[in-house]
């Protein structure tokens, strides 16, 4: 309509799957069916974001997101949280197993489930929770062994995440979240939620895990917590794959193909 040859449509995060309501997510739906109309391409950046455009008529392809593999020392991943991280982070103590996420505290994040993951450890001493971000539902983080770190550098946010022993993320839906592919990249085991986005990044469980349920995810951190070798192997797989399916490289170069085409 504005006179643009070219339209490039990257959603990012399907808007008809935000909140629980069924008539805004149906309303969503017709509005992406409508823009598809006036032509351009979709591009969802994960593979079951491109099924969830397809199951509603909506013809798509897939460029995966993609982070880049620094290259930066990578020690081995720690039993537990270093201590050269405490006099940073006054609010985090060392030596714990710790869980850390990445992002806004917000309804999609689903803080809620995290904090009932995270009180279920409320009273384990070795266990500490860390949530690198800040948003509107902070107040949902109640547990008393979640650290709110609040917005970080990217290299801040990098040391933390390597410091901790495994990623936990409980979205509700994303496209592909960078934030779970850069630890990827630091070599973090991951425990996500099985939900569009999140599904893609787990390879044959061998970085880590999808869960369904609350209850899952507590018997999840508890057996990491108690084969702590078996996070040294998952974390090597999780580079790998990051390296393999989610490099930078490969999706600024299927960007550019398509910009050509």
Request: aromatic share 12%; charged share 25%.
């Amino acid at each position: 309509m504005a006179g643009i040859d070219t339209v490039i449509y990257t959603p990012n995060g399907a808007p008809f799957f935000v909140g629980n309501n069924s008539f805004s997510n149906f309303l969503y739906k017709q509005l992406e069916r409508l823009g598809t109309i006036f032509g351009g391409r979709v591009v969802c950046c994960s593979p079951s974001e491109l099924k969830a455009y397809n199951a509603i008529g909506i013809k798509a392809l897939n460029i995966n997101n993609g982070v880049d593999i620094e290259e930066r020392p990578l020690e081995p991943l720690p039993r537990l949280s270093n201590t050269g991280i405490k006099t940073r982070y006054p609010g985090l103590r060392s030596g714990k197993f710790r869980i850390v996420t990445s992002g806004r505290i917000e309804d999609q994040k689903n803080p809620t489930l995290f904090n009932t993951i995270a009180k279920y450890f409320e009273e384990f001493h070795d266990f500490e929770f860390l949530w690198i971000g800040e948003g509107a539902d902070r107040e949902m983080l109640t547990s008393k062994n979640i650290v709110i770190t609040g917005w970080l550098s990217t290299e801040d946010t990098k040391d933390l995440i390597a410091a901790s022993q495994v990623y936990l993320s409980t979205s509700t839906f994303e496209g592909l979240p960078f934030a779970v592919l850069e630890a990827l990249a630091l070599k973090k085991p991951v425990l996500l939620t099985d939900c569009v986005g999140n599904r893609d990044i787990v390879n044959k469980r061998l970085n880590g895990d999808l869960f369904t349920s609350e209850d899952e995810a507590i018997i999840k951190i508890l057996q990491y917590h108690n084969n702590r070798d078996m996070l040294q192997i998952m974390g090597e797989y999780s580079q790998q794959h990051c390296e393999q399916e989610f490099d930078v490289y490969s999706t600024f170069t299927s960007y550019r193909s398509l910009y050509k085409s």
